[in-house]
């Protein structure tokens, strides 16, 4: 991509963010600003919800898909390697006790299929 395109798809996207941020105001809604401690909720959201701990926000179900709930836990174990020494005190203990937990859960589901409950 040559910097010129670059530099027009970089405009375009601090204008596109500033508009909802800007609309977000006008509505009186919150416009929450990227965090890691979002990123990691979100994942970790995502990761209940395979495994059938919360309802699906699309279908209102709760629905278990384990290998999907695996592969959330070790992406974020594998973010939790890669900002090893970049993160706060409070980012990296979010970090680790939302994998301690859904750990925990996830070998509680799968201790219960095994049994088939």
């Known amino acids: ?5 670059k530099k027009k798809v970089d ?3 601090k204008r596109q963010v500033e508009k909802e941020k800007q609309q977000s105001q006008e509505n009186r809604e919150t ?3 990227p965090s890691f401690t979002i990123l990691v909720s979100s994942l970790s959201m995502q990761a209940m ?3 059938g701990k919360l309802e699906s926000p ?3 179900k709760k629905e278990e898909n384990l290998e999907q709930a695996r592969f959330l836990i070790d992406t974020l174990g594998i ?3 890669k900002t090893q020494g970049n993160l706060t005190s409070e980012e990296e203990h979010f970090l680790e006790d939302s994998l301690f937990h859904l750990r925990m859960n996830y070998v509680e589901v799968q201790n219960l299929k095994n049994k088939g409950l």
């Open 58 to 60: 699309v279908t209102g």
């Open 11 to 13: 405009e375009d996207w």
């Open 79 to 81: 973010l939790k390697e």
């Open 31 to 33: 416009f929450h600003q």
């Open 49 to 51: 919800i395979a495994m």
């Open 1 to 5: 991509m040559n910097e010129e395109i």
